[in-house]
């Protein structure tokens, strides 16, 4: 089992700054990926961004240069780093880790973007 709890939520203004992270602790031999997604109020969950065990990112097209995803020097904490946060990212953020067909996720945590 995997257990993943994200903090690091919070008010911002649009503009700001806010680095989420995500603490993972269980087993993690199966574990070959880890992201964050999100879904805001009204809208379907989406993904956002993700870092491979050799250490390779990928974003979407939304998040693409405003946002960064990297591990910790442990490898049981993942962090996304948001800079430049526009209103339209304000949402609930979600972490998650996969491996071997098991997708692992967090509770949650908001991020809202005030002007």
């Known amino acids: 089992q995997v257990q993943l709890v994200e903090s690091g939520g919070g008010l911002v203004q649009a503009g700001g700054s806010l680095r989420l992270t995500c603490s993972v602790s269980g087993s993690m031999s199966s574990i070959t990926t880890m992201g964050w997604n999100r879904q805001a109020p009204g809208k379907e969950r989406e993904w956002v961004a993700r870092?491979?065990?050799?250490?390779?990112?990928y974003y979407a097209d939304s998040v693409k240069g405003r946002f960064t995803i990297s591990r910790g020097n442990d490898k049981n904490t993942v962090y996304l780093q948001m800079d430049s946060l526009k209103h339209e990212d304000a949402a609930v953020f979600y972490c998650?880790?996969?491996?071997?067909?098991?997708?692992?996720w967090g509770r949650g945590t908001q991020v809202t973007v005030s002007s």
């Open positions: 870092i491979t065990s050799d250490g390779r990112t």
């Open positions: 998650y880790a996969a491996g071997r067909g098991l997708t692992y």
